[in-house]
């Protein structure tokens, strides 16, 4: 059977692979199963290297990524130092570091290797300043109270005048 280029039927492959486990020769399997004596001592080196009847592949598929292994590790750790930094300054701290041009999209590509979101940055935020969190609270309670703090959102502003109308907060006066 002339080679093809394309892989053997299971059947085949597996007479075959039993063959050469019970150590029959090249020449013995290949009259038995119709395969060429090249195919066979093919598939032995490939089991002996390997251990799987055909090689792996050694190219990896796909766009090559810019950043190298320790450039990625180096983002890790920056991004494990301030879980909130947004996307430009990661790219502004791969320049500074590693004198890597990266574009945004790279960056996000980067990100999703990583496993990386903004909820889990969100997370991680949280969970690294809880002292500061309660440094903070404990300030604003030393100097203000509830009442005089007041929110403002732009659901209130009139679009018509530009102006900030308060409603609850009149609402609440005129009681």
Known sequence: MPGTGHRLQPAVL?????????????????????????????????????????????????????????QREGLQAYLNGSPGAYMDEMRDFLYDEYDVRISLASVYRELEKMRWSRKLATKRAKEQSEPLRRLYLARMAQHYKAEQIVALDESACNDIHGQIVFKSFWQTLKR
Request: aromatic fraction near 6%; include cysteine.
């Open 14 to 70: 597996q007479a075959i692979l039993d063959r050469i486990a019970a150590c029959e020769s090249d020449r013995a399997i290949s009259r038995a199963t119709g395969a060429s004596r090249n195919t066979v001592a093919k598939l032995r080196l490939s089991l002996e290297f390997w251990g799987v009847p055909y090689p792996p592949r050694c190219v990896r598929l796909g766009r090559p990524s810019i950043l190298r292994q320790a």
